[in-house]
């Protein structure tokens, strides 16, 4: 039993022909003065109005060439942002902060719900040293005295993108393996 949360190449090809578009949209109205084209628009207001869309236009270019960039590269790579497996959990919630936890290092989980859906499930370590650095703990030691139940790795729901249940029930069923092993 595994749950996972990956970008897929799949996920990519239509944010690409999006942006491409939109990309298109901005160089044609942006960069090339349609009024060269035929179109005619008359002084005053709309002359502004004129200058003011092709100044946004053109400013918008390079966040598409951005984001045309980023999915095109996401064509090339498969990335695992969550798994929980029976190797452990691995979760990849920046890229400095990335965390592969074998379960007989797990002390226990929780979690906290939000309102209006988002989680955050919090992993308690026997040994946050192992897997964190000095200044990541001295951070969740001042954050535990505004919210007590944070745990030493907190992976949100934007990252597990599974419902709550099903995490907690298949990491609580791997720590049962694991407990049941090493008795």
Known sequence: MEIKN???KRDAIQPIIGFSGALFICVLFGVLDVRK?????SEGTETTFYWIVRIILI?????????IVNFIKQLFKNEVYFRVSKEGIYAKI??????????????????KQYPQGPYIIFIFLKDPSKYLS???IE????????????????????????????VIELIEYYLKLEANELS
């Open 6 to 8: 990956e970008s897929r």
């Open 37 to 41: 084209l035929g179109v005619e628009i």
């Open 59 to 67: 400013l918008l270019i390079p966040l598409f060439v951005f984001l």
């Open 94 to 111: 920046t890229n400095k902060h990335i965390y592969n936890i074998n379960y007989k290092d797990i002390e226990r989980i929780s979690y």
């Open 134 to 136: 000095k200044e990541q």
């Open 139 to 166: 951070k969740i030691k001042t954050a535990r005295v505004t919210m007590p139940e944070a745990g030493d790795i907190g992976i949100p729901s934007n990252i597990i993108k599974q419902n709550r249940e099903k």
